[in-house]
């Protein structure tokens, strides 16, 4: 560990992601307060501020994935990302200040569409530069340390937001997309040029589609992920109800939600990284996956704070374990010439699913209760907990040639 800890990449790219990870959960909770103030706590409303925010990511994440192998630039990409989103905050706060609080959709758009571009080349400078067998260590490291800022986050973002208004949290976030951007500036040079390639845009796509298909374990993946995200989208946009009709509180307690989860995932990447390699993936995403299904059942059931906090903590726990060893076996697997490609196909699935289930979100609401919804999105979870048990062991065998 004390290895990784000195390589330069794993420290500049941590760190960034750091700044945008704090960035994304100041922006979220001031962007949550604003809407519901502005609507009356419509949940169809909330519910679209959520498809704002994903709707992007489904869409262009296939265009950046084949952009980001294409242009062989990761350091580049990256840092152009977070100064379009610094450029794009100053056009929000022009807009807010001339009236248009509608621009609130628009700056969460605008953010999501960047990082399809630079998340990818992320996953690129990372397969180059840390060797194989500390990469389940510094997935584990990277988000912990995340976790620990996605915890100061939303209480940042929302002292901000209610002591001072909407102004300050939109000004903090321009200031830490500019400190990322200065950041990534001492990452390693990237290599000269493009990629030479006579494949289509379309072309190219089509690789990381049939990649992922000829891998049992990236197709099982890609299937488990569509049921997880639809279970996701259902009760995301809606976990601020969960305080305010079953726990009885101000919305703003929400905050304290977050931030137990954040701390489950805190705890629970450290306890990963110092176990990562007697993790067994099978296990994990099985075990994982059934008590998110459990816990979305029992949130909705619950009226007491305690409780309710204490399953949002081990919740976060499983998270952290799961999202270690997704990201471990997709950074083994996957060549570094189609890492970009297969990122653009399984990501979409994801958030595609997630960007349904949030559009719907705050209908069946409405239509069904809360109660309702939380119990098809735990059904859901259960279909996903069902393939995640098709996830087998990586074996030098299962690994495919990247030539399509």
């Known amino acids: 560990m004390g290895d990784l800890w000195r390589n330069k990449t794993f420290m500049l790219v941590t760190t960034s992601d750091v700044m945008q990870q704090i960035a994304i959960w100041i922006r979220n909770m001031a962007l949550l307060f604003f809407v519901m103030e502005i609507t009356n706590n419509d949940p169809v409303s909330v519910s679209l ?39 794009s905050i100053l056009v929000i706060i022009f807009l807010i200040w001339n009236g248009l609080w509608m621009a609130v959709f628009f700056a969460t758009f605008v953010s999501a ?29 990277s988000q912990s340390m995340m976790s620990l800022f996605i915890i100061i986050g939303p209480i940042i973002g929302t ?39 006579d494949a289509t845009f379309f072309e190219e796509m089509k690789q990381g ?24 989208g259902l009760t995301q946009p809606l976990e601020v109800f969960l305080v305010t009709n079953r726990l009885g509180l101000s919305k703003e307690y929400v905050q304290y939600l977050t931030a137990v989860g954040g701390i489950g995932i805190l705890v629970g990447g450290i306890v990963a990284a110092m176990v990562s390699q007697r993790l067994k993936s099978k296990t994990v995403l099985f075990a994982g ?14 009226t007491t704070f305690w409780l309710t906090a204490t399953m949002r903590f081990i919740g ?27 990122n653009g196909t399984i990501v979409p699935m994801f958030m595609g699913t997630m960007l349904l289930g949030s559009s719907l979100a705050g ?10 919804v939380f119990i098809l ?28």
């Open 209 to 232: 589609w049939k990649y992922v298909y000829r891998q049992a374990v990236l197709r099982n993946l890609a299937i488990t992920y569509v049921f997880v995200g639809l279970a996701v």
């Open 113 to 141: 569409v960047v990082s399809q571009f630079s998340q990818p080349s992320s996953a690129k400078i990372f397969k180059k530069h840390i060797p194989e067998q500390h990469v389940p260590t510094a997935i584990a490291i």
């Open 49 to 87: 501020l959520t498809v704002a925010e994903y709707a992007p990511i489904f869409i262009f994440s296939f265009v950046g994935g084949v952009f980001a192998d294409r242009w062989n630039s990761p350091k580049r990409t990256m840092i152009w990302g977070d100064i379009l989103s610094f450029a």
């Open 289 to 302: 996956l059934l008590f998110l299904s459990v816990s979305f059942v029992v949130e909705v059931w619950s």
């Open 363 to 372: 209908i069946l609401m409405e239509t069904i209760s809360l109660w309702g």
């Open 316 to 342: 976060g726990m499983m998270t952290a374990a799961i999202g270690m060893i997704t990201t471990t076996l997709f950074i083994k697997l996957v060549d570094s010439e189609l890492v970009g490609r297969v």
């Open 159 to 197: 002292i901000i937001y209610t002591q001072v208004g909407m102004y300050p949290s939109l000004i903090s976030l321009c200031v830490l997309f500019l400190l990322s951007a200065i950041i990534l500036s001492f990452l390693p040079k990237d290599e000269k040029g493009t990629v030479e390639t």
């Open 377 to 404: 999105a735990a059904s859901i979870m259960l279909v996903a907990v069902i393939f995640s048990t098709r996830v087998v062991e990586e074996t030098k065998q299962e690994k495919v040639a990247p030539s399509l």
